[in-house]
Each structure stands twice: as C-alpha cells, then as structure tokens.
C-alpha cells in the first residue's frame, strides 16, 4: 500500500503541556496545541478552562495539494 | 481591562459617535455600505440562477457567492469574507481557507483587471473537487479593493463515477476527477480556451460545463462592478472602512450570543452508519464555552478510511461554524466577523481532516453534516431554550447515469437529487417536516422539471406515519420518495441514519431509521394498479436468506451498506427512498392534545401510537 492509514482507530489531536499556570485565571489546563481559526491554521499556547490564548503562531495546514 | 474583558465589552452596539471614531465615517454610511455588500452578493446569485444550465446551480441553490477584502495589515484585513449570498451555506465559511489559498497559491500580485482564477482543489482549504472555486480581483484605479469569489457545485467532475460521488469506488483522491491547481479561467477579460478544455473534455457536461464556467465570470463581474459603483461614489478609503466595520458587527452579535450559552464544556457523540467496510464509524465532538470565546474540538472521533470516509479540515471547520450559528437564536450575517470568535479542533488523520491522497467526494457531506450536528447535540446541552432533537442529519443522495435510449438519437445523462427531510423538535416548536439541511439552504428541483429533462418517472413523495420523534414538540416525519428509472442506469446512493435512529432532546424521542428498498422491475405493476413486488433492502437492515426489511433487532439482521457508487438499476425498477425522521423534543406526554390529535388527522401519528406515545384520548 503507497500510503498507509493511521493505525489508531480514533484520532485525538496532540496535546503538548504547558508548565504554567493560565494568567487569567489560574488554571494549570495549559497546553499546545494546533487548531483553526477564522484565517487558518495556529499552533497555540492555550488555556482549556477559560479559552485564554497565551501564544499563537501561524502555521501552515498540515495537508495541501500538491504536498 | 484585559484582553478578554474588553471582548466582552465590545459587543454591544456603538453608538453613532463611537462609529465616526472608530472607522473615521459616519453610521449612516456604515450602516449604507454595510447592507449594499449583501445586497451585492445577492445580485451575483441572481446572475447565476437566471444564466447557468446546471439545474443545481440555476434551481437548486448550490453555490456561494460574494465578495472578499483585500489584504491590508491596518485595517486588520486578510482577503476575509466581507459578504455572501444566501445560496447553500457550505460555502461560505470555507471561502475564507478556500479563497485566500487560491489567491496565495497565485499570488496576490499577479492578479490583473479582467482576470478570474479557477481552482478545484479540495486539499488547498476546500471540500470537495466538485466544488469549484473562482475569484476575480477588484479594482479600482489600480488599487485591488478585494476579490469577487464563489465556489459552485459542478454536476460532474470527470473521473470513473457520474457526478463524482462515488463511495466505494474511488479510493483515493486521484480517483475523484479533474483537479486543478489555481489557474486563470479569464485572463484581462479574455476566455482561456485551454481552461476551459479541461471541462468540456474531461467532465460529462460538456456544454453544462462551457456556459456555466461564463457565467461564473459574469456573475463574479455583476461583484466587481457593483463594488466599483460604490467606491466611486464614497470613495476607497470609506468602502474599506465600512468593510471593517461589517466584520465588526458580525463579531459583536456573535460574542453576544455567546455570553447567553452557560459557561462549561459539552460533549455529542454520534455514529455513521459505515465505513468502507461496513463498520461504523465513531464521531465525538467537544464544545468548550467561556465567556465569548468557544473551541470546538472533534478529537477522539474515528480515524479517516480510504474510499470516500473523510473530508478535508476545511469542511469541518465551515460546518462547526454552520453548526453554532443554527443553534444561535438570533441570525447573524455571514462573514469573517462572525467566525473570530470560534476555534476549531481538527485532528490530523480523522475522519473530520483528511490526510492526502484519501477520497473526501462522498466524505465532504457525510461529515460536513454530522460535525455540524454534532455541534448542535454538543450545545443542546448547555441549556434548554438551545436544545433541538437531531435532524436527518444527512445531505442524501440519489443519483442516475446512462443513455436515454428512449429518443431518436440517445443521449447521455447525469441526475442527481439531494432528498430533503425533516428538523428536530425544539423548545420553540415542532420540527420542520420537509427542510434541506444546514449547509444546503437548497431549493428542490421540481418533480415536473425533472421528469421531463430526464428518464425518470416518480411515483410518489409523502411523509410516513409514525415516522417523527415523539416529544413535547415532536421532530418531523420522514418522505418517502418513490423514483422508477425509465432506461438502465448506474446510480450512486449516499444516505444516513439507515442503522442508527436520530436521537430526541430533552426527554423527547428519537425518530425512525432510513432506508432504500428496491421492488425490481415494479413499474409495470403500478401501471397496472397492482401491488410492487417485494421489497428488497438496498441500504438498512436485511434478512440475509432473502434481502427482505427485518427488524433491526433480529439476530439475523444484517446491515447492507448505505453508500454506494456504480449501483445498476433496470429500466422499470422501482427504487424507495426513505430519509430519517427526526427527534423530539421534551416529554411527549406534555404535548398539546390539540396537537396531537391535528398530527392524527394529518396522518403524522397513527391513533395507535397517539395513545401509546402522547396518551392521547381520541375519543
């Protein structure tokens, strides 16, 4: 087969934690992350508790034409 | 005040004065040039409805259309979508991936008066390859204003399978049909003969295709002209503010509507009917909600499957959008704005973003529906007054190809309809019977029109009793749909909810599963006034000894897929599709007697099932 299919039959997006404590509100549920807002793709440094980005960069989408 | 604080604060409405400093014009301008965008986008969906020959474009609706901004870092403009059209929903959202990397991928630099670039390419931030995307620049004394864009449903695509749904057939996306890189259709207002030859010579519509590629470009000038009538009359730097402070206002009714959901996180879970293989497939979402910020995260759903089980990222994020402004009870006009408040979570590899090469033609309604549902269940959650039972929760297919032999000189043809179907009860009331679904906003086209462009007679289309979700406010029943092809065809079928029934709100019920069943060669009989054969299942629950409808509940019950491409039906055959009902909302035994004794004159609920469901006394 020239491309396999992923191996896990459920797909959960990464999560990367953060040794910090969201400045907002305190909570230690800080990660990174990728995700999409309304202009494309981030990899953000985020709370999970009160949605609090503490860093976004732009990234390119993980698949394109012709990649 | 901190970031957040002041995003709270900012929705409410300014105040005429607040407007003049912020955008340096005054509100009447504003609020002027704000509702000419839309009425602009709406003039370019007249031009495709009164020119285009694909009946899914000049009936049906199923496109999008509007104008885009330019890329200006001080005003906090990024080619965002400033205004669409009020075609199929599906494509509005995914313009602001779809388009800006087609333009990106061109560069923004080249583009020249008079030029439209064509794009199909799903794995370039769109949905699916027979969603074809154009933009044309705007100018205005040489300084690009922005982009007129649209994306329209192509009939056909070329590729191994008629209207290129094929589920089953086409593995991987090289399978799917023509697909192109950003190129120009028109270059300074001139055709591009060779663009155009890739239609004409690799689809099936081959003069579907040469008039309608036109008539995107006049529709997308109807855009440019119109925007250029308004610049010359309040000027470039009034127009640009203005299309800031639409986007502005679109954002603020959002983060409004956002601080009346309850702060929490909620999860939905679902089921497609199957995958390649017949299983089913896993779908889970996850609605975190914190003041006027909202992340929707579709992780732990099934990995993505070869042969039409999965859609691209894009489709996703544009449904979980479709997904949060249904359940919003104020409507709220559609552009970038509106989507700046909302994150999306779309693991790579799952069925929700499709790596490349995987199939995403069939993938692109099945998921686009169910991540939107899945929003919907997620947010019905958080408090009553937003809970809605589920819909049909499909964009279902029936599709037909061949050569009607029945003329002179046979022709080839290729038909496709997308049946509708009902909504889910709410606090509000109950469901609507017969609605396309969110991203569609479509239109049927006309039985009368269809039977006479092509070689198909329908029989029937009425809702079936004892079919909608029982509930305070019960869902909508389902339509059985009764198609007899009248020469041989190969046909394409998508539909869902054939294993798992819809699911009810708030105590209310879920409706009734769907279905196709074919009574071969039954039209001969109807003609006659007789009885049609015995059904056989094509898509649902079978008897495995002789193909009839068993209860799912059976230990002999097997499933029979429910989407399949290169199906060949006979001439005469007689093919019944039934969609699912929806689901209720709240305890049936609340509901209104009034209501449910008018449900039993309309033959919704039979007298049997008003008495065992509702408790009703009929007298």
Same mark, same amino acid.
């Not at chain 2, 031009?47 to 200006?72: T, V």
């Not at chain 2, 679904?437 to 198909?456: K, M, R």
């Not at chain 2, 429910?562 to 039934?578: C, N, P, R, T, W």
């Given at each position: 087969?020239?491309?396999?299919?992923?191996?896990?039959?459920?797909?959960?997006?990464?999560?990367?934690?953060?040794?910090?404590?969201?400045?907002?509100?305190?909570?230690?549920?800080?990660?990174?992350?990728?995700?999409?807002?309304?202009?494309?793709?981030?990899?953000?440094?985020?709370?999970?508790?009160?949605?609090?980005?503490?860093?976004?960069?732009?990234?390119?989408?993980?698949?394109?034409?012709?990649? | 005040?901190?970031?957040?604080?002041?995003?709270?604060?900012?929705?409410?409405?300014l105040?005429?004065?607040?407007v003049?400093?912020r955008y340096g014009i005054?509100l009447?301008v504003a609020e002027?040039l704000r509702?000419?965008l839309?009425?602009?986008?709406?003039?370019?969906?007249?031009?495709?409805?009164? =020119?285009?020959?694909?009946?899914?474009?000049?009936?049906?609706?199923?496109?999008?259309?509007?104008?885009?901004?330019?890329?200006?870092?001080?005003?906090?403009?990024?080619?965002?979508?400033i205004?669409?059209?009020?075609?199929?929903?599906?494509?509005?959202?995914?313009?602001?991936?779809?388009?800006?990397?087609?333009?990106?991928?061109? *560069? =923004?630099?080249?583009?020249?008066?008079?030029?439209?670039?064509?794009?199909?390419?799903?794995?370039?931030?769109?949905?699916?390859?027979?969603?074809?995307?154009?933009?044309?620049?705007?100018?205005?004394?040489?300084?690009?204003?922005?982009?007129?864009?649209?994306?329209?449903?192509?009939?056909?695509?070329?590729?191994?399978?008629?209207?290129?749904? *094929?589920?089953?057939?086409?593995?991987?996306?090289?399978?799917?049909?023509?697909?192109?890189?950003?190129?120009?259709?028109?270059?300074?207002?001139?055709?591009?003969?060779?663009?155009?030859?890739?239609?004409?010579?690799?689809?099936?519509?081959?003069? $579907?295709?040469?008039?309608?590629?036109?008539?995107?470009?006049?529709?997308?000038?109807?855009?440019?002209?119109?925007?250029?009538?308004?610049?010359?009359?309040?000027?470039?730097?009034a127009?640009l503010s203005a299309v800031e402070y639409t986007l502005d206002y679109s954002?603020r009714?959002?983060?409004?509507?956002?601080?009346?959901?309850?702060?929490?996180?909620?999860?939905?879970?679902?089921?497609?009917?199957?995958?390649?293989? *017949?299983?089913?497939?896993?779908?889970?979402?996850?609605?975190?909600?914190?003041?006027?910020?909202?992340?929707?995260?579709?992780?732990?759903?099934?990995?993505?499957?070869?042969?039409?089980?999965?859609?691209?990222?894009?489709?996703?994020?544009?449904?979980?959008?479709?997904?949060?402004?249904? $359940?919003?009870?104020?409507?709220?006009?559609?552009?970038?704005g509106?989507?700046?408040?909302?994150?999306?979570?779309?693991?790579?590899?799952?069925?929700?973003?499709?790596?490349?090469?995987?199939?995403?033609?069939?993938?692109?309604?099945?998921?686009?529906?169910?991540?939107?549902?899945?929003?919907?269940?997620?947010?019905?959650?958080?408090?009553?007054?937003?809970?809605?039972?589920?819909?049909?929760?499909?964009?279902?297919?029936?599709?037909?190809?061949?050569?009607?032999?029945?003329?002179?000189?046979?022709?080839?043809?290729?038909?496709?309809?997308?049946?509708?179907?009902?909504?889910?009860?709410?606090?509000?009331?109950?469901?609507?019977?017969?609605?396309?679904?969110?991203?569609?906003?479509?239109?049927?086209?006309?039985?009368?029109?269809?039977?006479?462009?092509?070689?198909?007679?329908?029989?029937?289309?009425?809702?079936?009793?004892?079919?909608?979700? =029982?509930?305070?406010?019960?869902?909508?029943?389902?339509?059985?749909?009764?198609?007899?092809?009248?020469?041989?065809?190969?046909?394409?079928?998508?539909?869902?909810?054939?294993?798992?029934?819809?699911?009810?709100?708030?105590?209310?019920?879920?409706?009734?599963?769907?279905?196709?069943?074919?009574?071969?060669?039954?039209?001969?009989?109807?003609?006659?006034?007789?009885?049609?054969?015995?059904?056989?299942?094509?898509?649902?629950?079978?008897?495995?000894?002789?193909?009839?409808?068993?209860?799912?509940?059976?230990?002999?019950?097997?499933?029979?897929?429910?989407?399949?491409?290169?199906?060949?039906?006979?001439?005469?055959?007689?093919?019944?599709?039934?969609?699912?009902?929806?689901?209720?909302?709240?305890?049936?035994?609340?509901?209104?007697?009034?209501?449910?004794?008018?449900?039993?004159?309309?033959?919704?609920?039979?007298?049997?099932?008003?008495?065992?469901?509702?408790?009703?006394?009929?007298?």
């Amino acid at each position: 087969m020239l491309f396999p299919q992923p191996t896990d039959l459920t797909i959960d997006e990464p999560l990367e934690p953060v040794d910090a404590a969201c400045p907002e509100c305190g909570n230690e549920a800080v990660f990174k992350y990728r995700l999409v807002d309304y202009r494309g793709w981030l990899r953000v440094t985020k709370c999970r508790a009160c949605l609090n980005v503490l860093d976004r960069v732009r990234i390119e989408p993980p698949a394109q034409g012709g990649a | 005040m901190s970031v957040r604080q002041e995003k709270e604060s900012s929705t409410s409405a300014l105040s005429a004065q607040e407007v003049e400093s912020r955008y340096g014009i005054d509100l009447t301008v504003a609020e002027v040039l704000r509702h000419a965008l839309r009425y602009i986008s709406l003039q370019m969906q007249l031009k495709i409805n009164a =020119a285009a020959l694909s009946p899914l474009l000049s009936e049906m609706n199923d496109f999008g259309i509007g104008l885009l901004g330019p890329r200006d870092e001080a005003r906090d403009l990024d080619f965002d979508a400033i205004a669409m059209s009020t075609g199929a929903p599906a494509h509005f959202v995914i313009n602001q991936y779809y388009a800006r990397m087609a333009i990106e991928h061109w *560069g =923004a630099e080249r583009f020249e008066p008079g030029d439209v670039v064509i794009y199909n390419d799903p794995y370039r931030g769109g949905s699916h390859v027979n969603d074809v995307g154009a933009v044309m620049p705007i100018f205005h004394e040489g300084r690009l204003m922005g982009f007129a864009a649209s994306i329209t449903h192509w009939l056909d695509i070329g590729g191994p399978v008629p209207t290129g749904f *094929g589920p089953g057939l086409q593995r991987d996306v090289y399978a799917e049909g023509i697909r192109l890189s950003p190129r120009l259709l028109y270059k300074r207002g001139e055709l591009v003969r060779e663009t155009v030859e890739l239609f004409t010579e690799q689809t099936r519509i081959a003069d $579907i295709s040469s008039n309608d590629l036109q008539v995107v470009k006049a529709a997308l000038q109807v855009g440019a002209d119109m925007v250029g009538h308004y610049v010359d009359r309040y000027g470039p730097d009034a127009y640009l503010s203005a299309v800031e402070y639409t986007l502005d206002y679109s954002e603020r009714a959002v983060r409004r509507a956002l601080l009346e959901i309850p702060d929490g996180t909620y999860h939905a879970e679902d089921h497609l009917d199957n995958d390649s293989e *017949g299983d089913p497939m896993l779908l889970r979402c996850t609605v975190r909600k914190f003041g006027s910020e909202i992340e929707i995260d579709f992780s732990g759903s099934a990995r993505e499957d070869w042969n039409g089980y999965a859609c691209q990222w894009s489709d996703t994020v544009s449904a979980a959008h479709l997904g949060l402004q249904a $359940i919003l009870l104020e409507s709220v006009p559609p552009n970038a704005g509106a989507y700046r408040p909302v994150h999306v979570v779309a693991p790579a590899g799952s069925c929700f973003h499709a790596l490349p090469p995987m199939s995403t033609n069939s993938g692109h309604l099945f998921f686009l529906v169910k991540s939107t549902t899945l929003v919907k269940m997620a947010i019905s959650q958080a408090d009553p007054k937003l809970a809605v039972g589920e819909n049909y929760d499909d964009i279902c297919i029936l599709s037909f190809a061949g050569i009607d032999t029945r003329l002179k000189h046979p022709i080839p043809f290729v038909y496709i309809r997308f049946p509708l179907g009902p909504f889910g009860g709410s606090a509000l009331g109950d469901g609507c019977c017969y609605m396309p679904i969110e991203e569609g906003n479509a239109v049927e086209t006309s039985i009368e029109f269809e039977e006479e462009a092509q070689p198909l007679l329908f029989l029937e289309r009425e809702f079936v009793t004892d079919t909608a979700g =029982a509930g305070m406010h019960r869902g909508g029943p389902a339509t059985r749909v009764v198609i007899a092809p009248l020469v041989d065809s190969e046909s394409t079928y998508q539909l869902e909810q054939c294993r798992f029934p819809t699911k009810g709100a708030f105590g209310g019920g879920g409706g009734s599963m769907a279905s196709i069943l074919l009574h071969k060669g039954s039209l001969a009989r109807w003609s006659g006034l007789e009885e049609l054969a015995e059904p056989e299942v094509v898509a649902g629950f079978a008897d495995p000894d002789d193909g009839a409808p068993i209860d799912p509940d059976d230990a002999r019950a097997v499933f029979r897929i429910s989407k399949l491409a290169g199906v060949h039906f006979k001439a005469g055959d007689v093919i019944a599709l039934q969609v699912a009902g929806a689901g209720g909302y709240g305890d049936p035994r609340e509901r209104d007697p009034e209501a449910v004794r008018r449900d039993v004159r309309n033959e919704i609920v039979s007298p049997a099932e008003a008495e065992r469901l509702y408790g009703a006394d009929l007298g």
